[in-house]
């Protein structure tokens, strides 16, 4: 993404807070990818909340979509492509109703999201590289050939599985950018992030990398670690500050303000900002807001 090079570009924040929001129940395993399949609309409208909040970047429902995932409920290998297709389809048609430049950045989530019991926080799935670059091969084909402007490969708790995803996309063409799930100066997993942010080296593909899904006061150090390690371009969407908790399925804590310390973060070389978990377009309209002051 050329805007890189001219300023902070702006993220949007939560699919899931935002289809919340709108009344939809997303308590299964599924979670937002089951409304491309039962309500597109919604995804869609969600985006464009987003877009006209002020995010230049949507990001699609794709988290949670997967070919075994949908195997599960007995959808096809070729009706999941095309929900994953559609996935990408919904993001572009939203940022047709709005003025300016927009772009869409095709999800990948972690093979832990397809688990649906928290994995995601943990890593160390027991797999084996070869099972994961399998997992990972096919969605990010589909979603690659799809035509976004960049993959988002995000929340990846583990150093062993972006590698695996590396693997998929070295040689592609397709730009992406690399986020991590982190506790402290560690992924999810327990990895350094000086190792994690490490594996992209070589991988031309990849114009960013940082973190999300994570507490915000975790993101300054990535930011700074990320700059070291890579010299690339940094990306970071934290949650609001609350804390799931996955036995109850519930969000604990304070949610104020994770807004106010994105200047910092674009100070420290962060070039796209937006929000994970409970962030919904109010806040990234804060968000927004408060970047646009600093230009």
Do not use: K
């Not at 924040?13 to 599924?30: F, K, N, Q, R, V």
């Not at 995932?69 to 070729?78: K, N, P």
């Not at 915000?216 to 990306?235: C, M, Q, S």
């Amino acid at each position: 993404m050329e805007a890189l090079a001219h300023g902070v570009v702006v993220l949007d924040g939560g699919m899931s807070t935002a289809l919340e929001a709108a009344g939809h129940d997303l308590s299964d395993d599924l979670w937002s990818a089951r409304l491309l399949l039962t309500d597109p609309d919604a995804v869609r409208a969600a985006h464009l909340a987003y877009y006209r909040a002020g995010a230049s970047v949507a990001i699609t429902a794709s988290y949670q979509a997967s070919f075994s995932g949908f195997a599960r409920r007995g959808i096809s290998e070729d009706e999941t492509a095309r929900l994953l297709r559609s996935s990408v389809a919904l993001a572009r048609s939203a940022a047709s109703d709005v003025d300016g430049q927009r772009w869409v950045a095709a999800s990948v989530g972690p093979y832990g999201a397809v688990l649906a019991d928290g994995s995601e926080y943990r890593g160390r799935y027991g797999l084996t590289r070869r099972e994961l670059v399998e997992f990972h091969r096919p969605r990010v084909e589909v979603l690659r050939d799809a035509g976004p402007d960049v993959l988002a490969v995000e929340t990846i708790p583990d150093v062993d599985e972006a590698s695996a995803v590396l693997e998929v996309v070295r040689g592609s063409g397709v730009p992406m950018w690399l986020s991590y799930s982190v506790r402290g100066d560690r992924t999810c997993a327990g990895q350094p992030l000086e190792e994690a942010f490490g594996v992209v080296s070589g991988v031309d593909e990849v114009i960013a990398v940082g973190v999300n899904c994570c507490a915000p006061e975790d993101v300054a150090e990535a930011v700074a670690v990320a700059r070291r390690v890579t010299g690339l371009p940094v990306v970071v969407y934290p949650n609001s500050g609350e804390t799931w908790n996955a036995r109850e399925r519930s969000w604990t804590g304070d949610g104020g303000g994770f807004a106010v310390s994105a200047g910092q973060w674009a100070d420290a070389g962060t070039r796209l900002v937006g929000g994970c978990c409970r962030t919904g377009p109010d806040a990234i309209a804060v968000l927004a807001r408060e970047l646009a002051a600093r230009s």
